[in-house]
């Protein structure tokens, strides 16, 4: 089948109905103490992802609960074939708790203890059994036909520069609205990033408590600064934002906004949360390049676009992340990185519309099998937003 | 033959445009936008993707870039200067803008 000719996708069906765009087998570390041997099996067994992190312990209340949801979420993404929760026996964040929530969307779900196994080596070769299992089975699964309507498509920028706004993020829009117009879903994530553009988006809002809700995300980050006594501008726009021609946050973010496109916007989602509504979906996330990729991967995005001016390797363990550049001297100097170059709009050899139809190609060409740069070079980012101390 | 500047203004009611390419100091530059054309002379270099303005600023003035506010004028910007952080100040998320602190 020509795939330029259709929408069809080719992924992975599982036994919840969702689709894969990859089928991992993911080792999940629900503690920072359980990340090393996590790594090891990953290094032992083939087909394997894993990511390392410092959280799991010692956290409370809504903190803990976005952390937890982010770990399930990892967990229940399409992309994942099966999951081996790897825990140490004591943290806050019990590897049990964890599994038990994955395995009620019917996946292949392991749970391997370190302090249970009698330490690391017990624990790394019991996770590396359950795990080759698992990959055998999952390598046993085909590419079967899906459409655009299972797919969550999840938009970022980082590392922007004055070209952002002009060419690769007008160009996301574009997609965003293909993708919606096809009956998928987009995430625009980065509340941050949409400080001073929240009216554009409030105006778009399917109702009024949608719109309610975008100026509330809105006054609750910038409230984060604001109670910090500091101009947010010392953090964001960030140095390399502000080399690349931006002077304020409220200038990044409606170069970032143009992401959205220009449909109706359905529904704002908590952090890591997975959307209810197809359509475009704001997910509440900060600015943070890994924080946000996490979230909208946590949340079900199966495929990310990720514009950038500055340039940047990040990827994710479990979901291809197709990389923008928003100039051409950029994706030349970082083509080891860069999936696509958006810089032919600046040049005015491609218009917006063309980069657009050019972006939604590769998106079918990745959902389908191609790999993108990133898992290529094993960049498996991954950073949880914290909205708690740690006690 | 003269070098073909590139420049692009968002929104006919901005007051500042982009250079895209490095524009150097004294040259006479064209900014055109929905109908809306003049040329401006720049009074600095100003680098690919850094903004100039395309008409002069008063001090405390809103910056508007597409059709939006970016920001204030932090002093007084004549036409053909970079406008960048020496001379745009942010307006949102301004804790240090905060007289007395929620403690």
Known sequence: MNLEYSNQLLGYRRPDGKVGVRNHVLILPTITCATQAAKQITELVQGTVSF?????????????????????????????????????????????????????????????????NGGTLMTIAQGAKVAAKMVQDASAQRREPFD????????????????????????VGVVSDLVVEAGGTAILA???????????????????QVAKRVYEVIEQMEN???????????????????EGGLSSLEEKSLGASNKSGTTPLQEL????????????????????????LTGMVAGGAQVVLFTSGRGTPTGSPIAPVIKISTNT??????????????????????????????????????SSGKLTKSEILKQHDFGIWRIGPTF | MGVQYKTVM??????????????PKGAVVPVVCEGHQQEVQLVQDIRFGHKFAVKPIEAGAEILKYGEIIGRASSEISMGEHVHVHNLEGIRGRGDKVESRVQ
């Open chain 1, 329 to 366: 001297a950029m994706f030349e100097n970082m083509s080891d990185n860069m999936d696509l170059n958006a810089g032919t709009i600046i040049e005015g050899e491609e218009t917006i519309g063309e980069v657009g139809q050019r972006i939604f190609e590769e998106i079918k060409e990745v």
């Open chain 1, 224 to 242: 984060r600064a604001i109670l910090m006594g500091v101009d947010i501008r010392t953090g964001n726009p960030s140095p390399g934002n502000i």
């Open chain 1, 52 to 116: 390392i992190h410092q959280h799991g312990c010692a956290q409370v209340g809504e903190d803990y609960d976005q952390t937890f949801r982010t770990y399930v979420g990892m967990g229940l993404n399409p992309n994942v074939y099966g999951v081996v929760v790897l825990g140490l026996g004591c943290e806050t964040h019990q590897a049990r708790s964890v599994a038990g929530e994955i395995a009620k969307s019917g996946k292949p779900v392991e749970v391997v203890s370190i302090q249970d």
């Open chain 2, 10 to 23: 968002m929104k006919p009611s901005d007051n500042v445009a982009i250079a895209l390419m490095d524009l």
């Open chain 1, 190 to 208: 980065e509340t941050t990033e949409l400080i001073g553009a929240e009216h554009l988006l409030a105006k778009r809002a399917v109702n009024d």
């Open chain 1, 269 to 292: 989602i908590n952090y890591a949360e997975p959307p209810s509504q197809k359509g475009l979906v704001w997910m509440d996330t900060p600015g943070h390049d890994i924080e946000q």
């Open chain 1, 148 to 171: 655009f309507s299972e797919l969550i498509v999840g938009t970022e920028c980082g590392g922007s520069d004055a070209c952002s706004g002009l060419s690769a993020n007008p160009a």
